[in-house]
């Protein structure tokens, strides 16, 4: 990187915010992912102004910036491929507003996902959707990513919450747009071009957020299937019932196996189970509805079904999800956990079809998923030391990739394109599609600066 | 229109769907709104592939094409202001898919909602954000015009149920983008840019939509208060205390009065009534839920709180609310209904602006309004054959404009901009927003043949 920049980038934001130590450009050249390439500098910005400035001047020189949050992505979706400047917003990390009688709150981006429920959780509200990274990962990258989470049926996702947003755009000039209004309809909805945009098309600097009230009772079961298929009836009965759980979540067979065989939590070792949790403001409500769900898992020849008489006993109920990706980590020296997604009535085609691919290409492929709203999680985990099982797993995910298509899903649900993914978008998206993507992202960022390399947007 | 044309047009989709017959360009010439300009020609596509031979051709000849639903806009969304083609969406239909497993329907542009309602309510599910508009309205232009209504504090708007699209762009190609899936993150949301885009940016011929499970229980109770401050306050309190009415409508003084002055329902003539309705699976739930709002009501010195006992008595408070549009539409031969829309802790402050501005203007301008999201109603009601008059209504709605955008709101929540709020544009978006804006619709439409001459998109 040239004295010049590096003398601009201290000037503008301060000798202590800017880094070309060895030691930092090896951090900022990983994130969640497997991918890694270092940046030249990172700094963090504390202004918009700064933001803009730096922008400004990478526009006028063709450098490549990369904004980052917590990096705590799966697909290399913050991975400098190009080098040049890396953004860490984290410095910008301060909730401006709570105003409840608006239901918004208006927070910088390197705000964590912890810190505003923290902030959130006395008042008795919430923003619904929290990834299973919510301890590190900030509201910025939450929005850049539209990330999810297990509570996607009820809730939605993090674009069901972006009410306006401020961005700089790569040439430095600052937009404000949408609304501190729960409606609006005043000219193109901007917001969501840039929710889920992965910073390709400008660095989200202030987010306006919608605020739901928080549910203050949870009731929670657990029912074992011996047969996958009626797993999949049931999630598909308690979709026609009307049913809305916040969490429905399943844990299949090739999962339960591997949890058992890493812990003492002694699982039993059927075809899947289900774990269901309902929510509400009434000890009442969250009961009806948990027992009309488990009606459901008996009508449909569940095995046993256990529901928790205490907080406890939830927890316990608990532990075979939430054990599992550390548990699969452990296994192998390389996880990956995917995050393909299907029409919900799909779930069972699928999860036989992960089945089917874990024989051929004699894989594990261990899956816990969100059965509420379709997105699976396979976890491909072998030994990347090992070339032939390394191209075996490639072979593997290439074929989930065009069989989740096949069924009417999609690439990725949750986690993003990214470097990951980028050689399969043809797979989903038609021609027009990525003419259309292409051109957006010509239109904000005609030098292709903006964290380029992803999405296959450079064709 | 050169005769070349015209037959193109009639090769395309038959000769029984073209008219330019001069009844039928004048019924084409008008919407729901003030504005009139007649097409050269009324076409009625059956298929997608005859609306892109027809955009193709209008391209290539440079001629404008204006897409249209059952035209129940108020703002002049889809006056062909430019002459040209309208495209009629009304033949194309067809419910094409429910799946209540997935919780999806996929629909084409000319389902009306009522319609749709119909097909879902026996299922036990809904496409919620129903407009006043619903028994003609068509899905396609809700889409098109982001379409609100009266459940949005508790449900939302179109725009949180639209999961995907097949959209004809301006030069014939035909996109689908968007997912069966309910997460979904691969690539740009190019779903949500033609959302809400009044048809300037491409041509909606399939719509996938969320299904919601359908309420089955609903209770009603309506308030009055002395003092609009305590009814702002009233609600401000409901909103913190995280309560979910369905619907929270209020009506205030001049629009009781307009009533009583001219039907014999006898409403309290005090400065506001506030009417809400829970709703739920359950009776408990909902009656739980409306106590709760009714406490708060009496906390906030309510003079009168009456709880409907039966349906019919749910009917009669709604009588206030459900008259208003009606009953100001006859007494005078101009009625606007604004869509003026600010943060929920603002509406009292804008009410009591509206009327300082009747008072100043010497105009009538009774207001209801949904208070649950902050979108206001004022309804200007005057004799548009006196100029004098029509001047001092020009110069409240600017006023009033610009107050809303003050006060952190929006020139329209859920009517649209069309051509009736082009000029106002400004007033809401920064030079930046609208330079983004523009170049979005260059991209999308070179030529600018899509519905010319809206949103101040012309610079």
């Not at 401006?96 to 912890?114: C, F």
């Not at 979709?239 to 339960?256: D, H, T």
């Not at 003492?264 to 403001?281: Q, R, S, W």
């Not at 090992?386 to 069989?403: D, I, M």
Request: hydrophobic share 40%; glycine share 8%.
């Amino acid at each position: 990187m040239e004295e010049k920049i590096l003398s601009f980038l201290k000037e503008t934001v301060g000798e202590e915010n800017v880094t070309t130590d060895l030691i930092d450009m090896l951090s900022y050249a990983t994130d969640a992912s497997e991918y890694t390439h270092r940046p030249d500098v990172a700094v963090w910005p504390t202004t918009t102004e700064q933001v803009s400035a730096i922008m400004k001047m990478a526009n006028e020189e063709g450098i490549p910036v990369t904004p980052r949050g917590a990096a705590t992505n799966l697909s290399g979706l913050c991975v400098p491929l190009k080098g040049g400047i890396v953004l860490d917003l984290g410095r910008m990390n301060k909730i401006l507003e709570v105003s409840i009688p608006d239901r918004l709150t208006v927070v910088q981006p390197g705000v964590v996902y912890m810190q505003l429920d923290d902030e959130l959780a006395p008042l008795g509200f919430a923003f619904p959707p929290d990834p299973a990274s919510g301890k590190a990962a900030t509201i910025g990258g939450n929005v850049a990513t539209n990330a999810g989470g297990v509570k996607g049926a009820k809730y939605g996702t993090t674009k069901d919450y972006v009410m306006g947003l401020e961005v700089v755009l790569a040439d430095g000039r600052i937009l404000r747009t949408g609304s501190r209004t729960q409606k609006w309809v005043s000219g193109f909805d901007l917001v969501h071009i840039f929710v889920g945009s992965e910073g390709t098309l400008g660095v989200i600097t202030e987010i306006t957020l919608k605020l739901s009230p928080r549910p203050t009772v949870t009731a929670t079961a657990l029912a074992t299937f011996d047969k996958l298929s009626d797993a999949g009836r049931a999630v598909t009965a308690i979709m026609e019932a009307g049913a809305q759980p916040s969490v429905l979540e399943i844990v299949e067979k090739n999962c339960l196996r591997a949890i058992n065989q890493n812990t003492d939590l002694g699982l039993p070792e059927v075809a899947a189970i289900l774990l269901v949790e309902t929510d509400g403001a009434t000890e009442d409500q969250c009961q009806t509805e948990l027992d009309k769900i488990i009606g459901i898992f008996k009508a449909n020849k569940a095995g046993e079904v256990r529901k928790a008489k205490s907080a406890e006993e939830a927890e316990a109920l608990w532990a075979a999800r939430k054990s599992a990706f550390a548990v699969i980590a452990r296994i192998n020296n390389t996880v990956e956990a995917e995050d393909t997604t299907v029409p919900i009535s799909k779930i069972a085609d699928l999860l036989d079809f992960i089945d089917e691919v874990s024989k051929k290409y004699n894989l594990a492929i261990p899956t816990v998923g969100h059965a509420g709203d379709g997105n699976m999680h396979p976890h491909f985990s072998w030994d990347r030391t090992n070339p032939e099982e390394t191209a075996r797993v490639q072979k593997a995910k290439a074929e989930l990739y065009a069989k989740a298509v096949e069924l009417g899903g999609t690439l990725t649900g949750e986690h993003g394109i990214g470097k990951g993914k980028a050689p399969y978008m043809h797979l989903e998206h038609s021609d027009v599609a990525m003419d259309v993507m292409r051109s957006l992202k010509k239109m904000f960022d005609p030098k292709n600066i903006l964290n380029p390399g992803k999405m296959a947007l450079e064709g």
